[in-house]
């Protein structure tokens, strides 16, 4: 039988004990097996967290609402939690699973309306409560989306019916007035209020992958001492708003991408990247972008065509972010395969570059999707009375093997005698750095040792067209 909890329908602070219907004890969370299945099963999942990992593009959680279940994007990117409806007819709805109103005997439907322009596309719809099972638990009236209409998101592509949005509520389109986003719920009932990620490369539900809820999974760690841990960043917001970290610089094979100065107030030195499982690529300002791959030189093109900037497949490029404080960084490298995204496009023996320019992201200057993630282990802290919300990153790459491994799928290095075409307003400067000095790890006393018990789940990517930005958000009328 499912273990309950309340949401609470107004919001009440998480720190200090949202769920007073409760025991008052935090729970140490729940553990969950990792199922490698062909393909995600609704009756079977009625117990798990499943999370898959499809064609190299994004990853999808699998949850119940209202006793149904969905495939929906995983987004560290966003707050809210929204479904397609069966009240949306449009082709792309009729492609997935919808939500059945008639088929829930929890649901409550508000007459407000939920609205959320995306930089490509809308969803649009309702506010409502219902039953949400995840794992073996049940959050009864969790507030959510329920979308009627929908506009350019190629659920037809992806496979998902939605998205879980895993940020600060301070972004959700849905009033905080109105109710507790669902990782505030969940984090108000966990004894440590975190999750991590790892995510997978294989296709489909795979051991490459893992998502958990208040415990590292020991496959890949079974403490904080080998991550930096970084505080969340309130640049440019008055609260917390996404999961925000300083960038310090940017290596290319032992040297340094000039970077320019952060669009984001208050920052005067290095830059802010936002971790965000929901976008596929690494984006940032279109005159960094440049440099970077003017840095590589005749392997590297910019196509006008498709206003991608490409590579030559079978060269590898180091690239490390250097992440973390002025005084406690790390440089975090992508695998080669990454940077060289064959998965994504190829043409002639040229690969889509896994880093691109979108000078629209208005959450900071650089959003770090799945290709940089997958390079990482992630802890999201939520913070509680003795600390403030932080990032925790391990790196998983050993550059020896995934050079061997590049080698091996993409084979030697032919080389170039061609110039690189760039972008007619290039005039790139390449600023040669030295070696980075061992890093400062940043630590935290109350970070260390967390609590057995959590969810461990398995990642499934799926299939659909990459974003190049995150959304500007309508805000929902208030309740």
């Known amino acids: 039988m499912h273990a309950t909890f309340y949401a609470l329908l107004l919001l009440s602070s998480y720190l200090s004990g949202a769920f007073a219907n409760l025991d008052s004890s935090r729970k140490k969370g729940f553990k969950l097996p990792i199922h490698r299945v062909a393909r995600v099963n609704r009756r079977e999942s009625a117990d798990s967290v499943t999370i898959s990992n499809a064609n190299e593009f994004s990853y999808l959680v699998h949850l ?37 109103q008639s088929s829930s005997k929890s649901l409550s439907v508000s007459r407000k309306p939920f609205h959320v322009d995306y930089l490509k596309g809308s ?51 849905i009033p905080i007035k109105s109710g507790s986003t669902i990782l505030q719920n969940i984090f108000a009932y966990i004894e440590d209020p975190f999750f991590a990620f790892k995510l997978g490369r294989n296709s489909g539900p795979n051991t490459t992958s893992s998502f958990t809820f208040g415990q590292l999974d020991s496959t890949y760690a079974s403490d904080t001492s080998p991550f930096l841990i970084t505080p969340v960043s309130q640049a440019g917001a008055n609260d917390y708003s996404f999961w925000k970290l300083p960038l310090q610089s940017i290596i290319v094979n032992n040297s340094t991408v000039p970077l320019s100065p952060s669009s984001v107030r208050g920052v005067y030195e290095g830059q802010i990247a936002v971790l965000d499982t929901g976008t596929t690529l690494a984006l940032g300002p279109t005159a960094d972008v440049d440099s970077f791959w003017a840095m590589i030189g005749p392997d590297a093109r910019y196509n006008g065509m498709n206003g991608m900037w490409e590579m030559r497949c079978n060269k590898a490029v180091n690239v490390q972010f250097v992440l973390g404080d002025k005084d406690a960084h790390r440089a975090f490298m992508m695998d080669y395969t990454d940077v060289s995204w064959a998965e994504g496009h190829s043409d002639g023996g040229w690969c889509m570059g896994g880093i691109q320019a979108n000078d629209n992201v208005d959450s900071g200057d650089w959003l770090l999707g799945d290709v940089f993630l997958r390079n990482v282990y992630s802890i999201h802290h939520g913070g509680n009375l003795t600390h403030p919300p932080f990032i925790g990153l391990m790196s998983t790459v050993n550059q020896s093997s995934a050079l061997a491994d590049f080698r091996a799928s993409r084979g030697p290095d032919l080389g170039s005698d061609s110039q690189p075409t760039l972008r007619p307003h290039i005039h790139g400067a390449v600023e040669k750095g030295p070696s980075l000095a061992a890093p400062t790890l940043y630590s935290l006393a109350a970070a260390c040792g967390f609590v057995a018990g959590a969810a461990v789940t ?14 500007s958000k309508e805000k929902a009328v208030s309740l």
Do not use: H
């Open 123 to 173: 969803v649009g719809g309702l506010i409502a409560f219902d039953t949400v099972s995840i794992g073996p638990y049940e959050i009864n009236s969790q507030i959510f989306g329920l979308v009627n209409v929908a506009k350019d998101m190629n659920f037809a592509s992806g496979g998902n019916s939605g998205i879980l949005g895993l940020s600060f509520a301070t972004e959700a389109a």
């Open 458 to 471: 398995t990642l499934f990517r799926a299939r659909r067209v990459f974003r190049l930005g995150k959304y």
């Open 64 to 100: 119940g609402i209202g006793g149904q279940y969905f495939r929906l994007i995983l987004d560290t990117g966003s707050s809210d939690m929204w479904v397609v409806s069966d009240e949306c007819d449009l082709e792309g709805c009729k492609s997935v699973d919808r939500y059945s």
